[in-house]
């Protein structure tokens, strides 16, 4: 079982930068390569960004690569997302889940375990 929470978003003016951090708790932190997905208003949970268990293998959406980075503390059990040059398109509630595998994937449902969600609100 892992018990995860998001945390760090907020209000952002369009161009600006946002970190959203996720902490873990629970089973060992290392097995499970960690993925963040956003759901905007009326529309369908994305995929954002992806690490795997070691950090060394990442992916991203295309709509984010070049802007967001994703990272991970397995000392920590904290997986972080970086956000620059936000726009208001960007604007969601953002999760992140867990998967019990070495790498991660692109599709909601092959994550165990998700977070309550962090908003994240760019203004124009």
């Known amino acids: 079982q892992v018990q995860l929470v998001e945390s760090g978003g907020g209000w952002v003016q369009a161009g600006g930068s946002l970190r959203v951090s996720c902490a873990a708790s629970g089973r060992a932190f290392v097995d499970y390569a960690m993925g963040w997905f956003r759901q905007a208003p009326g529309k369908e949970r994305e995929f954002v960004a992806g690490i795997s268990w070691n950090g060394e293998s990442t992916a991203y959406a295309d709509s984010v690569k070049g802007r967001f980075a994703i990272s991970r503390d397995n000392a920590k059990k904290t997986v972080y997302l970086q956000m620059h040059s936000l726009q208001p398109e960007d604007t969601a509630v953002y999760y992140c889940?867990?998967?019990?595998?070495?790498?991660?994937?692109?599709?909601?449902?092959?994550?165990?375990?998700w977070g309550q969600g962090t908003q994240v609100t760019v203004s124009s």
């Open positions: 889940a867990a998967r019990f595998a070495p790498v991660s994937q692109d599709v909601p449902r092959d994550y165990h375990y």
